[in-house]
């Protein structure tokens, strides 16, 4: 019997064997986060939005192109709760925390959760183009080998979404983070095993 007809955990997408579900509880941050998402892009076993909902808990997920998508997307805009931005981490972006800072009420983050060549055709909808952009103020190695990137630097969701609450000094997020992105490179080893995959290493 070969992986892809194994039985596998609803939340996590790995086999059952190798579920990482136990031992954790979802974290509530006080920055919220708008995952825009397809129906086919949830549907890819190595999405990494997924985890994202399964180890926050202030998230909510639009998926582009369904019906009322905009109307979604509408609403979160014009909440008075927080400050709406989006997060796409090359430049010119703006500084998220001066805009914390200014506008006195967290942010409500929108974070493209696809590819990135569909992530820059998103960017430029018109319900979005007037979203303040932000980024991250250090560039860091990508962690996620299970898809090719164009440019080493380019950062899956999981990745991009914890490292900006990392940036933002988001309130207890740093007593839970390491928990988080050692399960995230658990969940990435056991789909590379699954794969036949290795990790690729740099010699000094």
């Known amino acids: 019997m070969d992986n892809s007809s194994k039985e596998r955990c609803i939340q996590c997408r790995l086999i059952i064997q190798d579920c990482l579900c136990r031992d954790i509880s979802a974290f509530w941050a006080e920055h919220k986060i708008t995952l825009l998402t397809s129906k086919k892009e949830e549907r890819i076993i190595s999405n990494t939005g997924r985890l994202l909902r399964w180890m926050l808990e202030n998230i909510s997920t639009v998926y582009i192109g369904e019906k009322g998508w905009e109307k979604e997307v509408e609403w979160e805009i014009t909440r008075s709760d927080y400050t709406p931005v989006i997060l796409y981490p090359t430049p010119p972006v703006c500084d998220g925390q001066i805009i914390m800072e200014k506008?006195?009420?967290?942010?409500?983050?929108?974070?493209?959760?696809?590819?990135?060549?569909?992530?820059?055709?998103?960017?430029?909808?018109?319900?979005?183009?007037?979203?303040?952009?932000?980024?991250?103020?250090?560039?860091?190695?990508?962690?996620y080998y299970l898809r090719k990137h164009s440019v080493e630097s380019y950062l899956c969701t999981f990745q991009a979404v914890t490292a900006v609450m990392a940036e933002l000094g988001t309130k207890d997020f740093a007593s839970v983070s390491f928990q988080i992105n050692e399960k995230f490179k658990l969940w990435v080893k056991s789909l590379a095993r699954e794969r036949g995959l290795t990790i690729k290493t740099t010699r000094h």
Not at 110 to 122: E, P
């Open 103 to 143: 506008l006195g009420k967290p942010l409500n983050i929108f974070v493209l959760d696809t590819s990135w060549k569909n992530a820059r055709r998103w960017l430029h909808k018109p319900i979005l183009m007037n979203l303040k952009k932000i980024g991250l103020k250090t560039d860091m190695p990508s962690g």
